[in-house]
């Protein structure tokens, strides 16, 4: 089924909605939620939690690409378990490593003395990621917002394992750069 | 600050990754890059190569020196004698090269016995034959010059000949921006096409038979401020043909190719785009100037030789 037609079942208060979303992109949600949580029992529950918050999302939402709006969703999700979990004990999983590599990107203190709202700060990394050449774009999105592991990313676009290590190194290292001069505090 | 301040600046970075544009997300999950091939795969593909030529060679040895397949009653004096010559040479080097040349003297004498067969007489035959083979010669020894040059030596020196460009380049005073070939190191390939200039011209997919030579970018150092993109390949005969990306094929339609017939059956053919400003741009003389001060090199010499000939 065609996305569209999946939006117009959930705008139609249409439960068969859950059910195609579940067939079209119940995998798509789950790899996400695997990658953040390394624990098949919490992404098959975070992934069933999507499809309630998607059923209370639309309406009034209508997303342009309704994977990424339910990939964002059970990333939410999942992010926020995985925080519930590792208040106390840090350390598990590809999220873990992967939040530790943006530490790099943790501009220099009083830089600047406005705080910086999340949704500026999602603006910025737009703005930020807008500018990157496609392929190292797509690498940095690979790794920090879907969570892939170095080998993924590399089979995914045909590259070198230390291609995708150095893509990162330096994109990360222009994140940085980019913050501290947009002066954001995080 | 404290590594656990880091942190949790770092978890904020990453939800604020959650906003992130669609569009960027959907196009990560797209666009899809050219297979790895394992090395295994790739080794063995040699190795099937090198035995075959071992084979070929081995074969080609035994047939020059049981006597061959020509009629030795019939053939003339000389056709005898560089099919002797031929076969010494095989026995004595037992090389690479020297089973090329072997083939290639073959191949000529098969030409001549072809050219000497339409002949009426003894005498008009063996005319013919020695117009041919000084013409061959003449051929030859410019291909010769041209190998001297640095050019024909590709396949054996491939190294040599990228330094040899490289020099080229310095010497015309622009500035090699990046340099390499797919024969040194896969990984090497894959940095040509990471690179963000030359790597949109590079195509992912060679036809079968066809050799990446090398692959470069040189930046005028004239005020014009242009870059001259060139990508190079050795390919078997037959149809000059490509199958390249998208992006790769938009930029071809205003690229000029040139193929040039180095020996044998070997074929150059060489891609170049000249681009200002990340727009191609290919305005009369400064295109012609290039390609004149490239072709002036070596292989121009060759071209007009070879129609000279004709």
Redesign the interface.
């Known amino acids: 089924m065609k996305d569209t037609e999946i939006i117009d079942l959930y705008w139609a208060r249409n439960e068969q909605a859950i059910v195609e979303s579940q067939l079209s992109y119940g995998k798509y949600c789950y790899s996400i939620a695997i990658h953040i949580l390394k624990d098949a029992e919490d992404s098959d529950e975070c992934v069933n939690d999507t499809w309630l918050r998607a059923w209370n999302s639309m309406p009034p939402n209508r997303p342009d690409y309704l994977n990424i709006f339910l990939g964002t969703i059970t990333r939410n999700l999942s992010f926020d378990k995985w925080k519930r979990k590792n208040a106390a004990k840090r350390g598990n999983g590809e999220t873990s490593v992967a939040i530790d590599e943006l530490i790099e990107c943790i501009p220099a203190q009083n830089t600047t003395e406005d705080a910086v709202e999340a949704a500026e700060l999602q603006r910025k990394i737009n703005e930020f990621l807008h500018s990157l050449p496609e392929k190292e774009c797509n690498v940095f999105l690979r790794r920090y917002w879907y969570s892939d592991e170095y080998n993924e990313i590399a089979k995914r676009y045909g590259m070198n394992l230390n291609s995708v290590k150095t893509s990162l190194f330096r994109t990360r290292g222009k994140l940085r750069a980019y913050l501290e001069k947009e002066g954001v505090v995080l | ?1 404290m590594d656990k301040e ?2 949790e ?21 797209q ?6 091939i394992p090395w295994t795969r790739w080794t063995s593909v040699a190795a099937a190569c090198i035995a075959f030529l071992v084979l070929g060679v081995s074969y080609i040895a035994i047939n020059s020196t049981g006597g061959g397949t020509m009629d030795s009653a019939t053939a003339p004096q000389s056709v005898k004698e560089a099919s002797s010559a031929t076969s010494g040479a095989v026995v004595q080097e037992q090389s690479m090269s020297s089973s090329v040349m072997a083939e290639d003297a073959i191949a000529e004498d098969a030409m001549a016995v072809e050219t000497i067969e339409e002949c009426e007489t003894p005498a008009q035959a063996q005319e013919a034959y020695e117009e041919e083979k000084v013409d061959r010669d003449k051929l030859e020894s410019i291909l010769d010059g041209a190998a001297n040059e640095g050019f024909g030596n590709v396949i054996a020196d491939n190294d040599k000949v990228l330094a040899d460009v490289a020099d080229y380049y310095r010497q015309k005073s622009w500035e090699i921006s990046n340099i390499g070939s797919m024969d040194d190191d896969l ?1 090497e390939w ?2 040509l096409q ?1 690179e ?1 200039t030359l790597g949109k011209y590079l195509v992912e997919y060679v036809p079968e038979g066809w050799k990446f030579v090398r692959g470069f970018s040189a930046k005028e150092d004239d005020g014009e401020d242009a870059t001259v993109i060139a990508i190079c390949y050795f390919t078997p005969e037959g149809e000059i043909s490509l199958v390249i990306t998208s992006l790769a094929e938009m930029q071809r339609r205003s690229a000029y190719e040139e193929n040039f017939v180095l020996k044998g059956n070997e074929k150059y053919h060489r891609v170049s785009y000249r681009i200002e400003e990340a727009v191609i741009s290919f305005e009369g003389n400064c295109e012609e100037a290039y390609l004149q001060e490239y072709l002036d090199n070596y292989v121009y010499e060759y071209k007009k030789a070879q129609e000279s000939n004709e």
């Open positions: 600050m880091k942190r600046a770092s978890e904020r970075l990453f939800e604020a990754l959650s906003g992130v544009d669609p569009a960027l997300l959907e196009r990560s999950e666009q899809k890059g050219r297979k790895v990984s894959e940095e990471s963000e």
